[in-house]
Protein backbone atom coordinates (compact mmCIF):
# COMPACT_ATOMS: atom_id res chain seq x y z
CA UNK A 1 0.00 0.00 0.00
CA UNK A 2 0.86 3.15 -0.64
CA UNK A 3 2.33 5.79 1.99
CA UNK A 4 0.28 8.23 0.79
CA UNK A 5 -3.21 6.62 1.57
CA UNK A 6 -2.09 6.83 5.52
CA UNK A 7 -1.30 10.35 5.34
CA UNK A 8 -5.00 12.10 6.28
CA UNK A 9 -6.19 14.92 3.47
CA UNK A 10 -7.35 18.25 4.82
CA UNK A 11 -10.62 18.50 3.19
CA UNK A 12 -13.69 21.54 3.00
CA UNK A 13 -16.69 20.50 3.00
CA UNK A 14 -18.31 22.76 -0.28
CA UNK A 15 -22.34 21.07 -0.05
CA UNK A 16 -24.28 19.21 2.09
CA UNK A 17 -27.23 17.81 0.62
CA UNK A 18 -29.96 16.39 3.00
CA UNK A 19 -30.66 13.15 1.18
CA UNK A 20 -33.34 11.81 3.72
CA UNK A 21 -33.91 12.34 7.66
CA UNK A 22 -30.98 11.08 8.47
CA UNK A 23 -28.99 10.87 5.43
CA UNK A 24 -27.01 13.76 3.92
CA UNK A 25 -24.53 13.49 1.59
CA UNK A 26 -21.28 15.79 2.14
CA UNK A 27 -19.27 17.24 -1.02
CA UNK A 28 -15.63 17.40 -0.55
CA UNK A 29 -12.74 19.26 -2.04
CA UNK A 30 -8.72 19.77 -0.99
CA UNK A 31 -7.50 23.07 0.41
CA UNK A 32 -6.63 24.18 -3.23
CA UNK A 33 -10.76 23.50 -4.37
CA UNK A 34 -9.54 20.51 -6.20
CA UNK A 35 -10.22 16.85 -5.75
CA UNK A 36 -8.79 15.15 -2.90
CA UNK A 37 -7.33 12.01 -4.89
CA UNK A 38 -8.41 8.97 -7.51
CA UNK A 39 -10.23 5.91 -6.71
CA UNK A 40 -12.24 2.70 -8.18
CA UNK A 41 -16.07 2.80 -7.54
CA UNK A 42 -16.88 1.10 -4.73
CA UNK A 43 -13.75 2.17 -2.74
CA UNK A 44 -14.18 3.72 0.69
CA UNK A 45 -12.46 6.40 2.54
CA UNK A 46 -11.61 7.42 6.18
CA UNK A 47 -13.31 10.53 7.00
CA UNK A 48 -12.39 12.25 10.11
CA UNK A 49 -13.63 15.23 12.55
CA UNK A 50 -10.17 15.35 14.94
CA UNK A 51 -10.73 15.49 18.21
CA UNK A 52 -13.98 13.47 18.05
CA UNK A 53 -13.39 10.24 15.61
CA UNK A 54 -12.83 8.90 12.56
CA UNK A 55 -14.94 6.12 10.27
CA UNK A 56 -14.73 4.10 7.13
CA UNK A 57 -17.08 5.51 4.55
CA UNK A 58 -18.19 4.61 0.65
CA UNK A 59 -17.13 7.35 -2.00
CA UNK A 60 -20.40 7.62 -3.70
CA UNK A 61 -19.38 9.77 -6.50
CA UNK A 62 -17.84 8.50 -9.51
CA UNK A 63 -14.58 8.76 -10.53
CA UNK A 64 -15.54 10.64 -13.88
CA UNK A 65 -16.57 13.34 -11.46
CA UNK A 66 -12.90 15.33 -11.27
CA UNK A 67 -13.97 18.15 -9.66
CA UNK A 68 -15.17 16.71 -6.17
CA UNK A 69 -15.83 13.49 -4.26
CA UNK A 70 -19.06 13.10 -2.32
CA UNK A 71 -19.74 10.58 0.85
CA UNK A 72 -23.66 9.68 1.92
CA UNK A 73 -23.68 9.39 5.78
CA UNK A 74 -26.12 8.18 8.12
CA UNK A 75 -26.99 10.24 10.96
CA UNK A 76 -26.04 6.57 13.44
CA UNK A 77 -23.37 7.41 16.18
CA UNK A 78 -21.18 10.31 17.73
CA UNK A 79 -19.12 10.32 14.79
CA UNK A 80 -22.02 10.87 12.09
CA UNK A 81 -23.43 12.80 14.17
CA UNK A 82 -20.85 15.75 14.56
CA UNK A 83 -20.81 14.96 11.06
CA UNK A 84 -24.85 15.81 10.18
CA UNK A 85 -24.00 19.37 12.31
CA UNK A 86 -21.22 20.55 10.28
CA UNK A 87 -21.64 23.34 8.19
CA UNK A 88 -20.47 24.08 4.32
CA UNK A 89 -16.99 25.46 4.67
CA UNK A 90 -15.66 23.45 7.68
CA UNK A 91 -12.62 21.33 7.19
CA UNK A 92 -12.62 17.40 7.92
CA UNK A 93 -9.66 15.03 7.15
CA UNK A 94 -10.11 12.24 4.65
CA UNK A 95 -7.62 9.21 3.74
CA UNK A 96 -7.87 6.74 1.22
CA UNK A 97 -8.88 5.10 -0.81
CA UNK A 98 -9.22 1.95 0.32
CA UNK A 99 -10.43 -1.55 -0.87
CA UNK A 100 -10.95 -3.37 -4.17
CA UNK A 101 -13.75 -1.73 -5.86
CA UNK A 102 -15.62 -3.55 -8.53
CA UNK A 103 -14.15 -4.95 -11.49
CA UNK A 104 -15.91 -1.98 -14.02
CA UNK A 105 -12.75 -2.43 -16.28
CA UNK A 106 -12.77 -6.25 -16.60
CA UNK A 107 -15.74 -8.32 -15.87
CA UNK A 108 -18.22 -6.02 -15.50
CA UNK A 109 -17.06 -4.71 -18.81
CA UNK A 110 -20.08 -4.92 -22.04
CA UNK A 111 -22.02 -7.05 -19.13
CA UNK A 112 -25.75 -6.46 -18.89
CA UNK A 113 -26.42 -4.98 -14.97
CA UNK A 114 -28.63 -5.32 -12.77
CA UNK A 115 -28.58 -3.25 -9.34
CA UNK A 116 -30.31 -4.05 -6.39
CA UNK A 117 -30.08 -1.67 -2.87
CA UNK A 118 -31.98 -1.27 0.09
CA UNK A 119 -31.85 1.79 2.34
CA UNK A 120 -28.27 3.78 2.37
CA UNK A 121 -27.15 0.80 0.56
CA UNK A 122 -27.87 2.87 -2.09
CA UNK A 123 -25.00 5.20 -1.70
CA UNK A 124 -21.98 2.34 -1.99
CA UNK A 125 -23.93 1.47 -5.47
CA UNK A 126 -24.04 5.10 -6.66
CA UNK A 127 -20.41 5.50 -7.50
CA UNK A 128 -20.74 2.40 -9.92
CA UNK A 129 -24.17 3.43 -11.59
CA UNK A 130 -22.92 7.04 -12.07
CA UNK A 131 -19.58 5.77 -13.76
CA UNK A 132 -21.38 2.98 -16.42
CA UNK A 133 -23.93 5.52 -17.22
CA UNK A 134 -20.82 7.50 -18.09
CA UNK A 135 -19.51 5.21 -20.25
CA UNK A 136 -22.60 4.02 -21.44
CA UNK A 137 -20.81 2.90 -24.93
CA UNK A 138 -19.06 0.06 -22.59
CA UNK A 139 -21.99 -1.86 -20.60
CA UNK A 140 -24.81 -2.94 -21.74
CA UNK A 141 -28.11 -2.05 -20.23
CA UNK A 142 -29.07 -1.09 -16.95
CA UNK A 143 -31.43 -1.83 -14.29
CA UNK A 144 -31.83 -0.42 -11.27
CA UNK A 145 -33.87 -1.98 -8.41
CA UNK A 146 -33.78 -0.13 -5.25
CA UNK A 147 -36.30 -0.09 -1.98
CA UNK A 148 -36.37 1.67 1.11
CA UNK A 149 -39.01 1.96 4.52
CA UNK A 150 -41.06 5.31 3.05
CA UNK A 151 -40.52 7.19 -0.03
CA UNK A 152 -38.53 9.99 2.24
CA UNK A 153 -35.88 6.99 3.02
CA UNK A 154 -34.97 7.05 -0.61
CA UNK A 155 -30.77 8.13 -0.94
CA UNK A 156 -30.35 10.40 -4.22
CA UNK A 157 -34.56 10.29 -5.15
CA UNK A 158 -34.08 13.67 -7.26
CA UNK A 159 -31.07 12.26 -8.84
CA UNK A 160 -32.97 9.22 -9.72
CA UNK A 161 -35.89 10.94 -10.99
CA UNK A 162 -34.31 13.81 -12.67
CA UNK A 163 -31.30 12.19 -14.19
CA UNK A 164 -31.54 7.64 -14.05
CA UNK A 165 -34.65 7.35 -15.29
CA UNK A 166 -34.29 9.91 -18.48
CA UNK A 167 -30.80 7.75 -19.48
CA UNK A 168 -32.04 5.85 -22.20
CA UNK A 169 -30.73 2.19 -21.71
CA UNK A 170 -31.47 2.49 -17.62
CA UNK A 171 -34.74 0.70 -16.48
CA UNK A 172 -35.44 2.28 -12.47
CA UNK A 173 -37.74 0.23 -10.60
CA UNK A 174 -38.59 1.83 -6.93
CA UNK A 175 -40.69 0.05 -4.26
CA UNK A 176 -41.57 1.32 -0.62
CA UNK A 177 -41.96 -1.36 2.47
CA UNK A 178 -45.39 -0.42 2.95
CA UNK A 179 -48.23 1.86 1.49
CA UNK A 180 -47.56 5.81 1.61
CA UNK A 181 -49.57 8.65 1.15
CA UNK A 182 -49.03 10.09 -2.26
CA UNK A 183 -46.82 7.05 -3.50
CA UNK A 184 -48.36 5.73 -6.47
CA UNK A 185 -45.40 3.37 -7.39
CA UNK A 186 -44.67 -0.37 -6.17
CA UNK A 187 -45.22 -1.17 -2.49
CA UNK A 188 -42.98 -4.89 -0.87
CA UNK A 189 -39.88 -5.83 0.21
CA UNK A 190 -36.97 -5.32 -2.39
CA UNK A 191 -36.55 -9.66 -2.25
CA UNK A 192 -40.23 -10.43 -4.05
CA UNK A 193 -40.17 -6.93 -6.09
CA UNK A 194 -37.02 -8.99 -8.00
CA UNK A 195 -38.46 -12.09 -7.86
CA UNK A 196 -41.78 -10.09 -9.37
CA UNK A 197 -39.50 -8.32 -11.69
CA UNK A 198 -38.36 -11.40 -12.95
CA UNK A 199 -34.73 -9.86 -14.58
CA UNK A 200 -32.96 -11.69 -17.83
CA UNK A 201 -30.46 -14.25 -16.68
CA UNK A 202 -27.78 -12.98 -18.26
CA UNK A 203 -27.26 -10.15 -15.94
CA UNK A 204 -24.32 -9.35 -13.60
CA UNK A 205 -26.15 -8.24 -10.13
CA UNK A 206 -24.21 -5.84 -7.88
CA UNK A 207 -26.24 -5.46 -4.63
CA UNK A 208 -26.38 -4.02 -1.14
CA UNK A 209 -27.91 -3.14 1.68
CA UNK A 210 -29.28 -4.70 4.67
CA UNK A 211 -28.05 -8.09 5.32
CA UNK A 212 -31.58 -9.58 5.82
CA UNK A 213 -31.70 -8.09 2.38
CA UNK A 214 -29.03 -9.40 0.79
CA UNK A 215 -29.52 -12.97 2.30
CA UNK A 216 -33.19 -13.09 0.81
CA UNK A 217 -32.53 -11.10 -2.10
CA UNK A 218 -29.67 -13.37 -2.92
CA UNK A 219 -31.94 -16.93 -2.03
CA UNK A 220 -34.67 -15.69 -4.59
CA UNK A 221 -31.67 -14.99 -7.46
CA UNK A 222 -31.24 -18.46 -7.02
CA UNK A 223 -34.93 -19.35 -7.12
CA UNK A 224 -35.00 -17.79 -9.97
CA UNK A 225 -31.83 -19.28 -11.88
CA UNK A 226 -28.63 -16.85 -10.95
CA UNK A 227 -25.50 -18.82 -10.16
CA UNK A 228 -22.95 -16.97 -7.14
CA UNK A 229 -20.68 -16.15 -9.91
CA UNK A 230 -22.93 -13.90 -11.51
CA UNK A 231 -23.50 -11.27 -8.35
CA UNK A 232 -21.45 -8.93 -6.31
CA UNK A 233 -22.03 -7.32 -3.00
CA UNK A 234 -19.79 -4.81 -0.82
CA UNK A 235 -19.19 -5.38 2.94
CA UNK A 236 -17.33 -1.96 3.72
CA UNK A 237 -19.18 -1.28 7.55
CA UNK A 238 -16.81 -4.47 8.25
CA UNK A 239 -13.94 -2.34 7.67
CA UNK A 240 -12.21 -0.71 10.66
CA UNK A 241 -8.38 0.68 9.78
CA UNK A 242 -8.46 -0.09 6.53
CA UNK A 243 -4.57 -1.18 6.58
CA UNK A 244 -5.53 -4.67 7.71
CA UNK A 245 -3.45 -4.20 10.76
CA UNK A 246 -6.71 -4.14 13.67
CA UNK A 247 -8.26 -7.13 12.52
CA UNK A 248 -11.63 -6.00 13.38
CA UNK A 249 -12.94 -7.11 9.36
CA UNK A 250 -11.53 -10.67 9.72
CA UNK A 251 -13.75 -13.16 8.51
CA UNK A 252 -11.91 -16.78 8.61
CA UNK A 253 -8.95 -16.09 6.39
CA UNK A 254 -10.06 -12.87 4.42
CA UNK A 255 -9.70 -9.24 5.40
CA UNK A 256 -12.32 -7.05 3.97
CA UNK A 257 -10.58 -3.88 3.96
CA UNK A 258 -7.58 -6.21 1.91
CA UNK A 259 -9.71 -8.69 0.15
CA UNK A 260 -12.35 -6.40 -0.24
CA UNK A 261 -14.35 -4.69 0.62
CA UNK A 262 -16.00 -6.11 -3.01
CA UNK A 263 -16.54 -9.88 -3.08
CA UNK A 264 -18.51 -11.88 -5.70
CA UNK A 265 -20.51 -14.54 -3.45
CA UNK A 266 -19.24 -17.42 -4.55
CA UNK A 267 -15.61 -15.97 -2.80
CA UNK A 268 -17.76 -15.18 0.42
CA UNK A 269 -18.78 -19.28 0.66
CA UNK A 270 -15.44 -19.87 2.30
CA UNK A 271 -16.03 -17.74 4.88
CA UNK A 272 -17.17 -19.59 8.04
CA UNK A 273 -20.77 -20.12 8.84
CA UNK A 274 -20.72 -18.00 11.81
CA UNK A 275 -20.43 -14.58 9.39
Given at each position: ??K????????????????T?????????????????????????????????E????????????????????????????L?????????????????????????????????????????????I???????????????????????????Y???????????????????????E???????F???????????????????????????????????????TQ???????R?????G???????????????????????????????
Amino acid sequence: MEKETLIPRIGVVTDIRQDTPDVKTFRVVGTDGKKLFEHIPGQCAMVSVPGVGEGMFSITSSPTNTEYMEFSIKKCGCLTSWLHMIEPEQQVTVRGPYGNGFPVETALKGKDLLFIAGGIGLAPLRSVINYVRDKRENYGSIQIVYGSRSKDDLVDYQEILNEWMKDEGVEVNLTIDNPQEGWDGHVGFVPNYVKELQPDLNKTVLMCGPPIMIKFTLAGLKELGFSETQVYTTMELRMKCGVGKCGRCNIGDKYVCKDGPVFRFDELDELPNEY
